[in-house]
C-alpha cells in the first residue's frame, strides 16, 4: 500500500534555531517528492519539488533532501522565525497512470520568540 | 499574483442540510482537484476533474457529495445531506497542463471550512 509517513506529529522550537522533518514514503514506482507548508486555516503551499535524479534541493532558508533508495526524505529549516510556524506536508506522487498525490499527515512546527 | 479562489471561505451548517462550494480555478488551469482535509491529517483527494470531465471519482461518497465543471472552469462541489463526519477544510487545487506525467505544480485555494452542527 502507498503511504508517507512523517515525523514528528508536532514540534516546538525557539525563534532562531534549526530543525529538521522526516518522511518515509512506500509509494512506488516513484515519480517526485513535495513538501507543502500549510498555514492555519489555509490551503497548502509548494516549497520544493524533487525527482528521483535529485538529492537535494533549497528554497531559501528551507532545505529538501531526498534519499531514494532508503525512501526517505527531510526537510530542513535554518534560522527558524514565528512565520514558520505551520504545518509542512510530504506529498509523494507515483509513476503510476494517476501520478495521485499521496499526502502524509504533517508536521505541525510550532516557533516560540 | 493568480490564484485558485474559493467560497465561503466558512460554512456553518445543521446536518441534514444541503451545502455547495466553489471553486475558481487559475485561468488556463485545465485540470482541478477537490480534496477533504480532516483536522491534523492530510488532505485527500475527492474529485478529479481535466477540463469538464470528470477523470477520477473513486474517493467521492457518492451518495450524498456531488461535482461538476459544467464549462471546465470554475467548479462547484455538494453535499447533500450533511453528516456530522464531514466537517472539514474543503480544498481546491488545480494544475495547469493535462498531462499526467507532469509534475507541474498543484495551486491551492484557502479552503472552506465546513462544520457541520
Known amino acids: 500500500k502507498n503511504q508517507v509517513e512523517q515525523s514528528p506529529q508536532s514540534l516546538i522550537i525557539l525563534e532562531g534555531k534549526n530543525c529538521t522533518l522526516q518522511c518515509n514514503y512506500t509509494v512506488s514506482p516513484f515519480s517526485n517528492l513535495r513538501w507543502y507548508k500549510q498555514d492555519t486555516g489555509r490551503g497548502p503551499v509548494s516549497l520544493t519539488i524533487m525527482t528521483f535524479s535529485e538529492n537535494t534541493k533549497s528554497n531559501g532558508r528551507y532545505t529538501a533532501t531526498l534519499d531514494a533508495d532508503t525512501k526517505q526524505s527531510s526537510l530542513h529549516i535554518t534560522a527558524s522565525q514565528l512565520s514558520d510556524s505551520a504545518s509542512y506536508i510530504c506529498v509523494v506522487s507515483a509513476r503510476d497512470s494517476s501520478y495521485k498525490l499521496i499526502f502524509g499527515s504533517g508536521t505541525r512546527l510550532l516557533v516560540r520568540p | 499574483e493568480a490564484e485558485v479562489a474559493q467560497s465561503p471561505r466558512y460554512k456553518i451548517t445543521e446536518k441534514s442540510q444541503a451545502v455547495a462550494f466553489w471553486c475558481d480555478p487559475i485561468?488556463?488551469?485545465?485540470?482541478l482537484y477537490w480534496y477533504r482535509q480532516i483536522l491534523g491529517q492530510g488532505p485527500e483527494l475527492l474529485v478529479q476533474?481535466?477540463?469538464?470531465?470528470?477523470?477520477?471519482d473513486s474517493q467521492l461518497p457518492k451518495d450524498r457529495f456531488s461535482a461538476e465543471r459544467l464549462k471546465g472552469v470554475d467548479s462547484t462541489l455538494k453535499i447533500q445531506p450533511a453528516e456530522l463526519g464531514d466537517s472539514a477544510m474543503y480544498l481546491c487545487a488545480s494544475r495547469l497542463d493535462r498531462l499526467v506525467s507532469s509534475y507541474n505544480e498543484q495551486f491551492f485555494g484557502p479552503g472552506t471550512r465546513l462544520t457541520v452542527l
Open positions: 476533474f481535466q477540463d469538464e470531465s470528470v477523470v477520477d
Open positions: 485561468s488556463g488551469h485545465a485540470t
